[in-house]
């Protein structure tokens, strides 16, 4: 298990990513095979709908899944595969991405992704396996 420095430093690797700048995330937190981060929904995200763009959803599940996986010590990790269920859309208000790993190998590690509303509405489910 990584100490509370190591995981600043990984931390501060992923908010300084210019992609998750650009969409706007927020690092909520970080623990050994888990993340959790947030982003509140602006019409820079939206889609024609203005609700809260599939692909900034899919992004944020990317992420979060990416930032538990390298919680596991590895220094870099590749998305292998990702499945998104998308369940109900946002209109309003945050949306917040939670990462947990189910398995992990020497060289992959499988992962779920939830992303709720913060009024706790399931908005897609997601499973992800991550070269380590």
Known sequence: MQNVQEYTQLIEQFENGPYFQM????????????????????????????MLHGGAIMSGIDIV??????????????????????????????????AEMLHQT??????????????DELLAYSTGTFKL
């Open 23 to 50: 969409l706007g995330f927020e690092i909520d937190r970080v623990e050994y095979g888990k993340a959790s981060i947030r982003l509140k929904k602006k019409p820079k995200n939206d889609n024609m709908q203005n």
């Open 65 to 98: 899944m990416g930032l538990a996986s390298r919680s596991l010590g590895s220094d870099a990790v590749s998305t292998i595969q990702m499945e998104v269920r998308f369940i109900k859309s946002l209109a309003e208000g945050t949306a917040i991405f939670h």
């Open 106 to 119: 020497n060289s992959t590690a499988v992962l779920t992704g939830r992303v709720v509303s913060d009024q």
